[in-house]
């Protein structure tokens, strides 16, 4: 450990935590209590550590960095009760983040970028390129300050905000692990979704962990010509390679893989593109995610209709696939990934 450097307190494991506590001169209990304060009270500062000597305070205020998340703004749908975070980093970058109430408990969508480099067209987020990765700390302060807003727990997580969380890979473990852990939030693995537009080698590695974690596949075609047109990383990843990587998450970990598919009029909502998704799919334990496209103003992509999108899930269906529409949340509040944070910066930028 560089002590040279600072150290990033909130983004420290259990292990971790209990080897720098060690590494300074103390007990291993002082680690147990320093975690509980960030990770499961949530303090916004360590002197709120009131069970910790004055001194050892001091010690680690000097010695250390403590990520809080600052709240920019938050929009509440009238909809549904959906709400959409703008938190501020302290770099000066923003990201966001979305609450979803189901009746099945809170879920909370967080961001793994600030920004994101893969370029898929119809999103918000890879429009300005990607700002920075984000550290654990910044992933767990998402929930933790969402958590103590609405003064509820948390009981599901979904890493499908801005940013590719795979090209963040390392972070994002380290983040997984602690959201996991007992000392922690303790949310079952289970409860968690991590979403990747496809990043072949990362998709396996995550496999041979064998976590419970469910995975998100953004598909969004059925063949690799068109999904090249939609997502500049399949000109990394063939289709074919993506897919035999899904059924390696899936013989590896016994977990179902979630399809994300976003429907765009006239773009991938054909009667070609569906018996494709059939071919393709057919026969496989799966789940598949419809999505309307919301449509950003930065491009000219519209929604399928109403009835093309229920006819392209029927066909799904009767082709033995598992085919749910994505209820839009919060369509009264900037909905699209990446959308608010992407006014906040334009508006920063014009001075407005
Ligand atoms: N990088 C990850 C997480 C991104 S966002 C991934 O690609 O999966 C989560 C999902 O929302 C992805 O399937 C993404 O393609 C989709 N998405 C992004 N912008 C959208 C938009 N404007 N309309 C519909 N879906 C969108």
Same mark, same amino acid.
């Given at each position: 450990m560089d002590l040279t450097k600072k150290f990033d307190l909130k983004s420290a494991d259990y292990d971790s935590l209990c080897a720098y506590m060690a590494q300074i001169g103390e007990k291993k209990f002082r680690a147990t209590q320093i975690y509980e304060w960030m990770?499961?009270?949530?303090?916004?500062?360590?002197?709120?550590?009131?069970?910790?000597?004055k001194k050892l305070r001091e010690q680690l205020k000097e010695q250390c960095t403590f990520t809080v998340l600052k709240q920019l703004d938050v929009q509440i749908s009238k909809q549904d009760g959906t709400r959409k975070y703008l938190f501020g980093l302290a770099d000066g970058n923003v990201i966001e983040s979305v609450l979803m109430r189901y009746k099945h408990g809170n879920s909370v969508c967080i961001s *793994?970028?600030?920004?994101?480099?893969?370029?898929?067209?119809?999103?918000?987020?890879t429009l300005d390129g990607l700002a920075r990765s984000l550290t654990p700390a910044e992933m767990l302060e998402q929930i933790y300050r969402i958590g103590c807003d609405i003064g509820e727990r948390i009981s599901n997580v979904v890493?499908?905000? *801005?940013?590719?969380p795979l090209d963040n890979y390392d972070n994002l473990l380290v983040f997984i692990r602690m959201l996991t852990d007992t000392h922690g939030?303790?949310?079952?693995?289970?409860?968690l979704t991590v979403s990747t537009c496809g990043l072949v080698p990362r998709i396996r590695e995550l496999a041979d962990l064998k976590l419970q974690i469910t995975l998100a596949l953004?598909?969004?075609? *059925?063949s690799q010509e068109k999904r090249k047109e939609l997502m500049p990383v399949a000109n990394k990843y063939e289709l074919a390679d993506v897919m035999a990587a899904c059924d390696y998450y899936f013989s590896q970990t016994g977990r179902r893989v979630t399809f994300e598919y976003s429907l765009v009029g006239g773009v991938n909502d054909t009667d070609a593109d569906v018996e494709g998704l059939c071919r393709m799919l057919k026969g496989k334990n799966c789940h598949i995610n419809l999505i309307p496209v919301n449509p950003i103003?930065?491009?000219d992509y519209v929604q399928s209709e109403r009835a093309v999108v229920e006819a392209f899930r029927q066909k799904l269906e009767k082709n033995g696939i598992n085919a749910t529409v994505r209820r839009?949340?919060?369509?009264?509040?900037?909905?699209?990934?990446?959308q608010l944070r992407k006014r906040h910066m334009d508006a920063a930028q014009t001075g407005t």
């Open positions: 990770h499961v009270r949530h303090v916004t500062s360590i002197d709120e550590m009131t069970n910790l000597s *793994s970028q600030a920004g994101c480099r893969m370029g898929c067209r119809f999103c918000a987020s890493v499908m905000g *801005s940013g590719e939030l303790n949310i079952s693995q289970r409860n953004s598909l969004h075609a *059925s103003k930065e491009r839009e949340m919060g369509r009264d509040i900037d909905g699209a990934c990446g």
